[in-house]
């Protein structure tokens, strides 16, 4: 996603592109294909206004979810990870352990099986997510892993 797309939409839903607020977007951009923890974004955004404080970015955080632009990531920890919504259209993550790297991939797993079982059962699916873990080809390299056969462990 493009600062100029973000505030397009930004300004459509009537919000102000507050000084604040082009910084914090401005990281998740240049983020985008990274989980970020709200610490990591309150420093980086204090380096260009000291003013800012973790306030700031959790109000603005909720504001692009809320706006459906957020992609929010619960660590095993129980911290959230956050990173702008990377596509408009359906898919999910494949995301390094190592290094928080976060790619797409554009496959989804629910199949008119499972649709046809979901309707069975009366129950009305709202949202799913797909999220692979492992570890990326640049970490795996730096920790000295041997290559892998066919790219995967689950061979």
Known sequence: MQL???????KEKGCRMTPQRKIIIDLLIKRLDTLSRVD???GEAKLSNPAINATTIYRNLELLDDL?????HNDNDGSKLYKLICHKAHHHHIICKSCGKILPIDYCPITPELKAIIAKES???????????????????KLSF???KGG???D
């Open 146 to 148: 041997p290559p892998l």
């Open 4 to 10: 100029d797309e973000l505030l397009s939409i930004l």
């Open 40 to 42: 990591d974004l309150l």
């Open 123 to 141: 129950f009305t699916l709202e949202e799913h997510h797909l999220e692979l873990y492992g570890t990326c080809k640049d970490c795996r390299s």
């Open 152 to 154: 995967s462990i689950i």
């Open 68 to 72: 459906g632009l957020l992609h929010i």
